[in-house]
Antibody, heavy 115, light 113 residues
Framework: QVQLVESGGGVVQPGGSLRLSCAAS????????VHWVRQGPGKGLEWVAF????????YYADSVKGRFTIFRDTSKNTLYLQMNSLRVDDTAVYFC????????WGQGTMVTVSS | DIVMTQSPDSLAVSLGERATINCKSS????????????LAWYQQKPRQPPKLLIY???TRESGVPDRFSGSGSGTDFTLTISSLQAEDVAVYYC?????????FGQGTKLEIK
């Protein structure tokens, strides 16, 4: 079955960097676009970024544009999110989500930005 | 950007009764070329990822009980739970996937009265 497993979360200081990974299995990774969606503690859902199946374009929320980079490695069936210049309000659970008629979500990885 | 607004923010309903959650988008999410509304509904329980209930505004995801239904078109949508069960206690979100930035409603917390 379709599985998305996020990793790479942790605690980082403001201004620091972190790279999240999402290992995909159970489907042909190269034929699907993938998103990152986050959820701050006690808050709602916020879409962060999207990369199409072929990586041709990348789309970002204004809140992360210029700081975060989404990219994928089809040979490894893995999606990434490079997060730079992290801020306290980037603290959240980050979900990897497969695009399609209906979105399929991973379990998420927690990122805490704190001094 | 499309803003999604849900009402109410919280809702308490008796077991076996109907629960209704509304969602309004700031612009239409109906794509005229295929006549589909790019609107989904999710259920989220504590410490779990969101679970997809409804997509294309009214198509129930496989395995979702038929007491859950979605309706509406254009800018106004509704999620209805026909007979509330204890396991339906959760936060519910609507989401538009018509264009980027994709956006979610603020969430509706559903409790038992």
């Amino acid at each position: 079955q379709v599985q998305l497993v996020e990793s790479g979360g942790g605690v980082v200081q403001p201004g620091g960097s972190l790279r999240l990974s999402c290992a995909a299995s159970g489907f042909t990774f190269s034929t699907y676009g993938v998103h990152w969606v986050r959820q701050g503690p006690g808050k709602g859902l916020e879409w962060v970024a999207f990369i199409p199946y072929d990586g041709s374009n990348k789309y970002y929320a204004d809140s992360v544009k210029g700081r975060f980079t989404i990219f994928r490695d089809t040979s490894k069936n893995t999606l990434y999110l490079q997060m730079n210049s992290l801020r306290v309000d980037d603290t959240a659970v980050y979900f990897c989500v497969r695009d399609g008629d209906h979105w399929i979500w991973g379990q998420g990885t927690m990122v805490t930005v704190s001094s | 950007d499309i803003v999604m607004t849900q009402s109410p923010d919280s809702l308490a309903v008796s077991l076996g009764e109907r629960a209704t959650i509304n969602c309004k988008s700031s612009q239409s999410v109906l794509y005229s070329s295929n006549n589909k509304n790019y609107l989904a509904w999710y259920q989220q329980k504590p410490r779990q990822p969101p679970k997809l209930l409804i997509y294309w505004a009214s198509t129930r995801e496989s395995g979702v009980p038929d007491r859950f239904s979605g309706s509406g078109s254009g800018t106004d949508f509704t999620l209805t739970i026909s007979s509330l069960q204890a396991e339906d206690v959760a936060v519910y979100y609507c989401q538009q996937y018509y264009n980027t930035p994709y956006s979610f409603g603020q969430g509706t917390k559903l409790e038992i009265k």
